[in-house]
């Protein structure tokens, strides 16, 4: 199985950390790993770098999306997306959604490409596997001042 998790960053920590992913990452997945004191701290700084969920406008949206999806299915706090060879359920919290998918990729990709249309900074993070990145790749920025 892989499981995802997705937190919404702040558009100005999401610029600033554009092209230093592997950072974020390692905050991350520091946190998710401590069970000490530090772990409190680590929890703080994420809450800092993170925007909430206003998870209802986003179940709206994504529910409004696939429900034309064969095999997706809504149930409580989740949403569950079956094809033949591969399942995805997405698990909402106020601060971050987990996507667990099992067999091929084609119900994890058609998550991760709805939820892209909804908001640009959604960052993934696998951490058994130490895989991460945006849903929707950011544009460097151009020009002076900008």
């Known amino acids: 199985m ?42 703080k700084q994420i809450e800092y770098i993170t925007s909430p969920l206003h998870v209802d406008p986003l179940q ?6 696939l429900l ?9 706090h989740s949403f569950l997306l079956e094809s033949d060879n591969s399942s995805a359920r997405l698990s909402f919290s106020e601060r971050y959604l987990i996507l667990q998918s099992v067999g091929g990729f084609e119900a994890e990709t058609i998550i991760f490409e709805t939820m892209r249309k909804y908001e640009r900074c959604f960052f993934a993070m696998d951490f058994k596997y130490y895989r991460y990145g945006w849903l929707n790749p950011l544009k460097a920025r151009t020009g002076y001042g900008s």
């Open 60 to 65: 709206t949206f994504l529910k409004q999306m």
């Open 2 to 43: 892989r499981e995802y998790f997705i937190y919404k960053l702040k558009d100005e920590v999401a610029e600033r950390y554009f092209g230093k992913e592997s950072k974020l990452f390692q905050l991350f997945l520091e946190e998710y790993k401590t069970f000490t004191a530090q772990k409190d701290v680590l929890q």
């Open 68 to 76: 034309s999806k064969k095999g997706f299915h809504t149930e409580i």
